[in-house]
């Protein structure tokens, strides 16, 4: 435990002088400002137009500015933006250590490695949920002030725990990008990876595949393409629960038997 | 005998390349050993071997009586070593002292005052709070060798430690790892190209070319292996050539310069040379027997070598 105690004080001191979850979080905060835009421009489309926030020919897919609506849209973009940021910040919590050539310096310690990779894992989880719960919290804000109705809290507190969930979906899919990024040795090879699989996941979705993807099964979930009940089964979860751990105990093996030339 | 590094035949190849060819090392406890080799010669593979960062394609690695290998780190010897492999990394965007405070927690090291002894000792307590990022080259070797020594430990594996440091440093390092080898007992294994560093420095030195040791000596008899030669400077060295290849010299070879005569009646006997070059109308300026310098010694060990293969 002390040993962990340490690995995770060192991880969190990087994470905290970095300029990266700052970055990440304000790039995320658009989420809830375009949800917020949209129910601005529901509310009144005329003034809209006039505003010049829209164009004349726009359709609009959604039909009513209320909170429903507001909170499903906010889900979902957690689901997609979150694929994102999730794959950012673990691409940068493994590979920095290859891209500032710091891993060989975590490889002959008391500490072990697996220590210090679950340490990483530890710091990615963190940061990723405290992300997304500060993004849910600026979305009820913005909710306010745009002022639209529909509010319960029984509401609220559904579309909260989904959230979480689809968080906790995020993080165990980021484990195949742990171990990529100590794979490839850098930021590129995970990033690269991270919008293959969320090109991949749109293309199978679409093809109705998507409750067997693990990559799509955050989406579904967060309700993009209609009601989640209707395709994600059981089997999706046991999905993206196999391929966390996959991803986790690949990252392990890696760190413990792979050449560390770098 | 309890070594600090045995190594049994150890060889590393990655693809076709034979990075590391059969090397059996023994380096006794408290002993400094130079391990001396060209760029690329495998000094950097054999040291991530002894740091189970690289596993041996063949052979045993021990270090401080515990086999290496496998059970990566936690398990290993590794709070009893201290390293520095290839050049110094750090994380840029923390200060030096929060960056040796990641090292100080993750050697498990209890004594908080740990990271600021050891920047005393390294004099880069002026840098404390400067970000690591912006450290000129050799405080980055500092840092870098302030995070291998900051736990005592009993064995210091460093990669090149001389590197970046300037004239001053290079003294002063030297000092440092002397005292810890002769006044504290730690055993230092260090790679080196610079010749003249480990000249100094080592107890013992291990010559390693392409891959393999082809030389393993005390520092003193490296001074007996040495050759000796005669060096002739004068105003026309052509000619004086001339002159000495003409009678029994046949290795006068002129050289940036000087003229060098090998042979063992020229070293001897200096006196005969000179008289044959003032009758030659070619007198010497300068005269002198003198020692084969190391990086001479190590060409000529190391084309021998190229030669035998």
């Given at each position: 435990m002390n040993k962990f105690a340490s690995a995770l004080w060192a991880e969190t001191l990087k994470a905290r002088r970095s300029k990266t979850p700052l970055l990440t979080a304000i790039g995320f905060t658009l989420a809830p400002l375009m949800a917020g835009l949209f129910m601005l421009i529901m509310k009144d489309p005329e003034r809209a137009r006039d505003m010049g926030l829209l164009s004349t020919k726009a359709q609009l897919a959604m039909t009513t500015a209320e909170w429903p609506t507001f909170l499903g849209m906010l889900t979902q973009a957690v689901a997609i933006a979150g694929m994102i940021l999730f794959s950012i910040v673990t691409s940068w919590v493994f590979g920095r250590e290859f891209s500032d050539r710091t891993a060989k310096d975590l490889l002959a310690l008391p500490t072990s490695r697996e220590t210090i990779v679950t340490a990483k894992l530890v710091v990615v989880c963190a940061w990723g949920f405290a992300t997304t719960i500060f993004i849910f919290a600026l979305g009820l804000l913005i909710g306010d002030l745009v002022d639209i109705p529909g509010w319960t809290v029984a509401l609220a507190t559904q579309t909260f725990s989904d959230v979480l969930v689809t968080a906790g979906m995020l993080f165990l899919l980021m484990t195949p990008v742990?171990?990529?990024?100590?794979?490839?040795?850098?930021?590129?090879?995970?990033?690269?990876?991270?919008?293959?699989?969320?090109?991949?996941?749109?293309?199978?979705?679409?093809?109705?595949?998507?409750?067997?993807?693990?990559?799509?099964?955050?989406?579904?979930?967060?309700?993009?393409?209609?009601?989640?009940?209707?395709q994600l089964g059981i089997h999706s979860y046991v999905a993206v629960f196999l391929t966390g751990f996959a991803g986790l105990a690949a990252t392990y093996v890696y760190w413990r038997t792979a050449d560390q030339t770098k | 005998?309890?070594?600090?590094?045995?190594?049994?035949?150890?060889?590393?190849?990655?693809?076709?390349?034979?990075?590391?060819?059969?090397?059996?090392?023994?380096?006794?406890?408290?002993?400094?050993?130079?391990?001396?080799?060209?760029?690329?010669?495998?000094?950097?593979?054999?040291?991530?071997?002894?740091?189970?960062?690289?596993?041996?394609?063949?052979?045993?690695?021990?270090?401080?009586?515990?086999?290496?290998?496998?059970?990566?780190?936690?398990?290993?010897?590794?709070?009893?070593?201290?390293?520095?492999?290839?050049?110094?990394?750090?994380?840029?965007?923390?200060?030096?002292?929060?960056?040796?405070?990641?090292?100080?927690?993750?050697?498990?090291?209890?004594?908080?005052?740990?990271?600021?002894?050891?920047?005393?000792?390294?004099?880069?307590?002026?840098?404390?709070?400067?970000?690591?990022?912006?450290?000129?080259?050799?405080?980055?070797?500092?840092?870098?060798?302030?995070?291998?020594?900051?736990?005592?430990?009993?064995?210091?594996i460093l990669d090149e430690p001389a590197n970046g440091l300037d004239p001053a440093g290079i003294v002063e390092i030297r000092k440092l790892l002397a005292s810890l080898a002769h006044e504290h007992g730690a055993t230092i294994f260090m790679s080196s190209h610079i010749l003249t560093e480990v000249d100094k420095l080592a107890d013992r030195i291990g010559i390693v070319h392409k891959g393999r040791l082809i030389e393993e000596l005390d520092a003193d008899r490296l001074e007996a292996m040495r050759s000796l030669q005669l060096t002739i400077r004068t105003r026309d060295l052509v000619k004086a050539q001339e002159v000495l290849t003409s009678r029994q010299y046949k290795t006068a070879t002129i050289d940036d310069s000087r003229l060098i005569v090998k042979d063992r009646e020229a070293v001897d006997s200096p006196e005969l040379i000179a008289t044959i070059l003032v009758q030659a109308g070619t007198p010497p300026t300068h005269l002198a027997v003198e020692q084969e310098n190391l990086e001479e010694y190590f060409l000529r060990l190391t084309k021998m070598d190229v030669v035998n293969v």
């Open positions: 742990a171990f990529i990024a100590s794979l490839g040795r850098g930021y590129l090879p995970p990033l690269g990876w991270a919008v293959l699989t969320i090109f991949f996941s749109q293309i199978i979705a679409a093809l109705g595949w998507g409750d067997w993807f693990p990559w799509s099964v955050p989406a579904l979930f967060s309700g993009v393409v209609g009601p989640r009940s209707a | 005998m309890n070594y600090a590094i045995e190594t049994d035949n150890v060889s590393k190849s990655f693809g076709s390349v034979h990075a590391v060819d059969n090397v059996s090392l023994r380096v006794d406890r408290g002993e400094i050993y130079a391990f001396l080799g060209l760029n690329g010669a495998g000094k950097t593979t054999t040291i991530r071997m002894l740091l189970g960062m690289i596993r041996p394609s063949a052979g045993n690695v021990k270090v401080l009586g515990q086999f290496i290998g496998h059970q990566g780190n936690g398990s290993g010897p590794w709070a009893q070593v201290g390293h520095l492999v290839e050049s110094p990394s750090n994380y840029p965007e923390l200060t030096v002292r929060e960056n040796l405070e990641i090292a100080r927690r993750l050697q498990g090291v209890k004594n908080p005052k740990a990271t600021d002894e050891v920047m005393d000792q390294l004099v880069l307590a002026s840098y404390a709070d400067r970000k690591s990022g912006t450290l000129s080259l050799g405080n980055l070797q500092r840092l870098g060798l302030a995070r291998a020594l900051l736990h005592h430990p009993e064995l210091i």
